[in-house]
């Protein structure tokens, strides 16, 4: 972690040297203000990867003398296909329409949304892929 806290410390470092030169050319005020929260957020993310790193053991990827070997074994779980991605976005666009055209249409994207959000948290609690 110690790689990727470093990565966004140098990001962190670009946007604090960007954003007054960003002000002195433009005087404008939204895009110095989006500069200065990607800064902080920046920030905030490489101090965390930086605090983690240090009171963490050193992952694999972290140690110059580590084998190939080493960081082998099961990642983690990873779903295989899954259709309820697709009808959260359809009931995500439901909304949006809703909200452009008629809240009653909103109100039922809600419950098309409601559906496809505990289909999409709870598909692997039944059927083929059940744990």
């Given at each position: 972690m110690k790689v990727e806290g470093i990565v966004f410390a140098v990001v962190t470092v670009f946007f604090a040297v960007i954003t007054p030169i960003y002000w002195?050319?433009?005087?404008e005020i939204t895009g110095t203000t989006a500069l200065i929260l990607t800064t902080l957020l920046g920030g905030l993310i490489a101090f965390y990867l930086l605090m983690t790193a240090?009171?963490?053991?050193?992952?694999?990827?972290d140690r110059k003398d580590a084998?190939?070997?080493?960081?082998?074994?099961e990642l983690g779980f990873f779903s295989p296909h899954s259709w309820w991605p697709l009808w959260c976005a359809l009931a995500l666009s439901t909304c949006v329409v809703g909200v452009a055209i008629a809240w009653w249409l909103f109100i039922i994207g809600l419950g098309f949304g409601a559906v496809a959000v505990l289909g999409l948290v709870f598909e692997h609690?039944?059927?083929?892929?059940?744990h």
């Open positions: 002195v050319i433009s005087h240090r009171r963490m053991e050193p992952r694999p990827e084998e190939i070997a080493e960081g082998a074994g609690y039944r059927g083929e892929h059940a």
